[in-house]
């Protein structure tokens, strides 16, 4: 099936990507996303800028996403991705990776280098 991206003035039409489950789209892949973020309590800064979106009044002048943010934000979405892939009953991905070792290297070091 040929999809098409429609394109408009700032944009030309172009094929795009087949969505990996039907009614998989870009826009709910961003709500999903963003629903993730206020879940494991990403702060306001990097919540606005991970979405594209400016921050309006002086908080957007003023507060500016840190590398703590950046690292913590991380480990929580990483802590999403392992409890989905344990609930699915996964212990690889794609085959090469084991899942089953990951959450507490990747913990330990996330927190190690902060």
């Known amino acids: ?33 963003d629903s993730y973020q ?16 400016k921050r309006a009044g002086i908080k957007g002048v003023y507060q500016k996403p ?14 999403i991705f392992q409890r989905a892939m344990r609930d699915a009953g996964l212990e690889t991905l794609w085959g090469r990776v084991d899942l089953r070792k990951i959450p507490k290297t990747v913990a330990l070091e996330v927190q190690d280098a902060a």
């Open 1 to 33: 099936m040929n999809f098409v991206r429609q394109g408009n003035r700032h944009v030309p039409s172009r094929p795009a990507w087949e969505p990996i489950i039907p009614g998989a789209d870009m826009l709910a892949l961003r709500h999903t996303a």
């Open 38 to 53: 206020s879940q494991i309590g990403v702060a306001e800064p990097l919540a606005y800028e991970s979405m594209g979106h």
């Open 66 to 79: 840190t590398v703590e943010m950046r690292i913590a934000r991380l480990v929580g979405l990483e802590e």
